[in-house]
């Protein structure tokens, strides 16, 4: 397994190169060309600044998190074969630059949802939570400029304001897509695309819902067991594959992350861990990574990795803001840097205890 961190480019983020790659046992980043517009061609030049930056701190690019998928592609519309040729077009760049993973999601309008994200906790750090009556009672509209607000002045990924200027349009037309239209539509992408990723050699790995159910009356369909096979079997090449997220698909409790690390293999080609600590009904917070902090038992799941024998790549997801801090939430330094070091340690004890 290659440890990583997700890195936002010098232009959106707080963490350096620099500080990545002090950490002991991380040696690469996954990053995204945030600048470009969605549904745009990514260019040989700009990928190749980019390649260049991070390995001058003698970092890799382990990956793509993320290349974005236009809107277009995902409600079915026929300007997708357009945006559909433009992204393969990303992938034969990405390809020429000796990278090989792509990390995308295919939810509508907007990426991962939380109704707070800087909640106090009792030793004074701040984390990520979701209150499930908060987000089903709230405007989306607002709830974009209350996330915004505070986010210590960075564009969200995934909720970027370029991407959500049309919000009330999109939400227009994707009354007109059910699950069913979804998923037909991430086939249609798949099936001509994935020809190109085995040609090229990258690996598409997508993200699940997070969280994993529908929101604000959007169709979601990366969330379950049956529905991640389906997408599998779709398209049957290991070229289409997962980024196995334990936050996202582990906060409904019917998913079981180590059975699932098990199932899905060689499939999995990105594995994002971190912990949730659930609270009542659908409510909970991002803790800290390690097991007793949360709900989740990260030794289950680094050895169900290990049984696996998994060697793709790997990152600390998100971390509460401690030690003052300020930083994209869920993305500073200190925590990341600290689940890292944990899950490195329990990599370290399941490899001797062989
Ligand atoms: C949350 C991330 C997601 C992920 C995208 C992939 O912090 O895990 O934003 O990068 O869903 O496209």
């Not at 990583?4 to 990545?20: M, N, P, Q, Y």
């Not at 559909?84 to 509508?108: G, Q, R, V, W």
């Not at 604000?216 to 289409?240: A, H, Q, T, W």
Request: hydrophobic letters at 40%; charged letters at 30%; aromatic letters at 10%.
């Amino acid at each position: 397994m290659k440890m990583t961190l997700r890195w936002f480019g010098k232009d959106h983020d707080s963490v350096s190169l620099e500080h990545i790659r002090q950490i002991p046992g991380v040696t690469g980043v996954v990053t995204s060309l945030l600048d470009i517009p969605v549904g745009d061609i990514w260019s040989l030049e700009e990928i190749m600044e980019r390649k260049l930056e991070v390995e001058s701190y003698g970092l890799k690019i382990e990956g793509i998190e993320s290349v974005n998928i236009h809107e277009n592609i995902k409600l079915g519309l026929p300007s997708r074969d357009k945006y559909i040729t433009n992204y393969i077009e990303t992938i034969k760049n990405l390809s020429k630059a000796d990278i090989h993973l792509i990390c995308y999601n295919f939810m509508p309008v907007f990426d991962w949802t939380r109704s707070d994200l800087a909640k106090r906790l009792e030793d004074n750090s701040t984390v990520l939570s979701y209150e499930a009556t908060l987000v089903e009672n709230i405007d989306p509209m607002v709830m974009v400029s209350e996330m915004e607000a505070k986010s210590s002045g960075y564009s969200l990924p995934g909720w970027e304001p370029e991407r959500l200027k049309d919000i009330k349009v999109l939400f227009d037309a994707y009354k007109e897509v059910s699950e069913e239209d979804l998923f037909e539509n991430l086939k249609y992408f798949l099936k001509a695309i994935i020809p190109a990723c085995e040609k090229y050699d990258v690996k598409m790995a997508i993200h699940p819902d997070d969280p994993p159910w529908p929101i604000f009356g959007l169709p979601r369909i990366m969330n379950c067991e049956k529905n991640i096979d389906l997408l599998l079997e779709m398209v049957d090449s290991p070229y289409n594959g997962l980024t196995l997220c334990t936050g996202s698909l582990g906060a409904n409790k019917a998913n079981d992350i180590p059975k699932l690390i098990r199932k899905y293999g060689n499939r999995i080609h990105f594995a994002h861990i971190r912990n949730i600590k659930f609270h009542e009904g659908r409510d909970f917070d991002e803790s800290a990574h390690l097991s007793s902090k949360g709900s989740l038992d990260m030794y289950e799941i680094m050895k169900a990795y290990h049984e696996i024998d998994f060697q793709g790549i790997m990152r600390p997801d998100h971390g509460r803001m401690i030690w003052d801090e300020v930083a994209r939430p869920g993305y500073g330094l200190y925590d990341r840097a600290i689940g890292a070091s944990y899950l490195l340690g329990l990599s370290e004890a399941i490899d001797k205890l062989k």
